[in-house]
């Protein structure tokens, strides 16, 4: 697995000694990329630089992914390639951070005991401090406390495109999927008091962030021991009085809480994404009991279709897991059909992996062949790809407006942005196009997972469209 994130960074300052430059990896999810970034800010307020090469670090670390094995794996094995350095160059400070140091935090210790810092996903805010307690040490030192609060005050956007910032609103989870190492390595859910967030969301704004995305592991669960009343909807209706913030969306959200109060806030809130990542599974009520997700297939088609009733067009994107279990090839088919019901824009799908510790691999056979989980997986993608494609089409011949991003990664005689419903749209590069603008797209061509046209209008640093045709 390639490292899934960069942040932004300037030129080497060569003034910054080599004991203050900081190479940084990231694997996971957004929440992890996020903690990178606080977890730079942090250090940055010290005097360290980040670079894009292990060889001109003097601190290297891995912000690492637990929630299947190939991943977990792959960190452990990248760090091991520093071993001979450190030998080499015992100043070098090796550091694990994230959802695998929490998770294995002993067994690292004992496997890896040239690795200085093993910090979990609750006490990063200790970084700088434990990076120079790691100086004079010669044994791993772990911190891997998890009911420490976790104390930053964020000032600025570290993340790769200045005009888009993450802005956690909550962190762990209480449900008990069977499958999901999340709980353990997150630890149980805690809110951010409103007030905080708004607060953070107006810094950003400042420092000339225009879209946010608010992250939780369930996201929409957001508010709970925050007292009565407070829920995301909170957020959404705060987020839609802070001038600067042109659009925001939430993600991972669980069904289970999506309640028709934050459903009326997202169809009342026009800064609010017409998109929806909302998880599924599975399509079979049996898989779903088993995986202990708490609702049914009917219950999350109720939920679409309260959803749709407020926000005909949103956007759905969801997750499947494919060989959990037990799954027959029954079971596997509603899975098939469900695509088909709910018509999902987009999706991802994951081959089961027993996770040591949870309930599905502690008590439960891996059961499915390789082989099925690949064809499942296959099978599945196929289906989300013909729905996506039916979806895009409805766009030929309309216009989108889009943040523009930047040249498209495979085409740099292209530029890519992206439109309110999350969709990615392409057009032919043009003089004028700035990233981090407004610009309105005519689609002329689509892909299962892109919009193809021309731009129609000159970039703008607002919206440009009335927000009923964004
Ligand atoms: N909090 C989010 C997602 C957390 S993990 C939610 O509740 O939906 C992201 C995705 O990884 C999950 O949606 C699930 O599809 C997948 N996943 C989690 N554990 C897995 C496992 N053990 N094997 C395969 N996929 C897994
Ligand atoms: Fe994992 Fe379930 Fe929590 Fe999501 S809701 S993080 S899948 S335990
Ligand atoms: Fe991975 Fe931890 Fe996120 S296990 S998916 S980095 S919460």
Redesign the pocket.
């Known amino acids: 697995m390639k490292p899934t994130y960069s942040m932004q960074t300037v030129e080497v300052d060569e003034a910054v000694p080599k004991s203050r430059r900081v190479y940084f990896e990231v694997f996971g999810?957004q929440m992890n990329k996020l903690d990178a970034e606080l977890m730079l800010e942090g250090l940055m307020q010290r005097g360290y630089q980040l670079v894009h090469d292990p060889e001109e670090a003097g601190v290297i670390l891995y912000n690492t992914c637990s929630?299947?094995e190939r991943a977990e794996e792959r960190a452990v094995m990248r760090m091991t390639s520093f071993k001979r350095r450190k030998k080499e160059e015992p100043e070098l400070i090796l550091g694990l951070t994230g959802c695998v140091a929490q998770h294995k935090q002993e067994e690292l210790a004992e496997r890896a005991p040239w690795i200085d810092l093993i910090i979990g996903t609750r006490e990063f805010d200790r970084l700088p401090d434990l990076i120079d307690e790691a100086r004079g040490e010669s044994q791993s030192i772990l911190a891997t406390e998890m009911d420490s609060p976790l104390e930053f005050v964020r000032q600025r956007n570290l993340g790769p495109q200045p005009w888009h910032a993450f802005v956690s609103v909550m962190r762990g989870?209480d449900?008990v999927?069977t499958?999901?190492?999340?709980p353990t390595t997150r630890g149980k859910e805690v809110s951010r008091p409103p007030e905080v967030i708004l607060d953070e969301v107006r810094r950003l704004a400042a420092d000339g962030v225009q879209e946010i995305t608010f992250l939780?592991?369930?996201v929409n669960s957001y508010g709970k021991r925050l007292g009565a009343g407070v829920g995301l909807d909170t957020l959404l209706r705060g987020v839609e009085e802070i001038d600067g913030i042109h659009r925001c969306h939430f993600?991972?959200?669980?069904p289970r809480f999506m309640r028709p109060k934050l459903i009326q806030a997202m169809a009342d809130c026009s800064k609010v994404m017409n998109y929806l990542h909302l998880?599924v599974?599975s399509g079979s009520d049996s898989m779903l009991a088993r995986m202990k997700r708490t609702y049914d297939r009917d219950f999350y088609l109720k939920c679409i279709e309260r959803l749709r009733e407020k926000m005909p067009d949103i956007t759905l994107a969801t997750?499947?897991?494919v060989g959990?279990p037990g799954e027959t090839d029954e079971e596997f088919e509603e899975s098939l059909s469900l695509v088909k019901e709910v018509g999902f824009d987009s999706g991802?799908v994951?081959?089961?992996?027993?996770?040591p510790g949870?309930v599905?691999?502690d008590h439960l056979v891996d059961d499915i062949p390789l082989e099925v989980k690949k064809e499942r997986n296959h099978l599945l993608l196929d289906a989300l790809h013909t729905s996506g494609k039916a979806r895009n089409d409805r766009f030929l011949g309309r216009t989108v407006e889009v943040i523009a991003e930047g040249p498209s990664r495979t085409d740099p005689t292209r530029w890519a942005g992206r439109a309110r419903d999350h969709r990615i749209a392409i057009w032919p590069a043009c003089p004028d196009d700035k990233a981090g603008s407004f610009a309105v797209v005519k689609v002329n061509r689509t892909s299962a997972a892109t919009l193809f046209g021309e731009r129609v209008d000159g970039p703008s640093e607002k919206p440009i469209l009335p927000p009923e045709v964004r």
């Open positions: 999810c929630v299947r989870c449900m999927c499958y999901c190492i999340v939780g592991q369930t993600i991972t959200s669980h998880p599974q997750d499947f897991i959990f991802y994951f081959q089961y992996s027993p996770r949870t599905s691999a």
